[in-house]
């Protein structure tokens, strides 16, 4: 099964596998899968399969594998492959572990040496922290705010950064909390947006 999800075409066949068998049929396939999801989700061809359990599958299933990314969010959203994974993950784990997974990388260190801010900056992590803004419940998402808004003026020289600014322009504009104004680099806005 292992070589299966790591091989260009085989990885379709897992997929369809695991679409179109019975749970019995399906079981002993996912339990490979769940023995080898760390070295699945940073492989090129592999990452398919365990992204496919994540919107696919059972939440029991779904819950092995973001018990493997936990603790991981930071190295494994560095990574070219991985970081989808994690993004499926943010979009598909209950609403329990994905508030733990935002916690994650919200509560290691503040400054320019934090979790978050390291990800913003990163070519593949920026898109998991879209992700994030995007599907967190209103108290993570405000702690996400609150824990960008003192970057913001560093963020405007990444590239990467730009698009978490972007991400955040548009998601703030939507919910009627002001546009950036909303994130000014000092203390809390007037209309409380964070």
Known sequence: VFGLSTHPYGCRVIQRILEHCTGDQTCPVLEELHQHTEQLV????????????????????????????????????????????????????SRSERAVLIEEVCSFLDGPHSALYTMMKDQYANYVVQKMIEVAEPPQRKLLLHKIRPHVPSLRKYTYGKHILAKLEKYLLKSGDGGMAGLGPSGPSSNGAL
Do not use: W
Not at 61 to 69: A, G, P, S, T, W
Not at 80 to 88: H, L, P, R, T, Y
């Open 42 to 93: 940073q492989d090129q061809y592999g990452n398919y399969v365990v992204q496919h359990v994540l919107e696919h599958g059972r939440p029991e299933d779904k819950n092995k594998i973001v018990n493997v990314v936990r603790g991981k969010v930071l190295p494994l959203s560095q990574h070219k492959f991985a970081s989808n994974v994690v993004e499926k993950c943010v979009t598909h784990a």
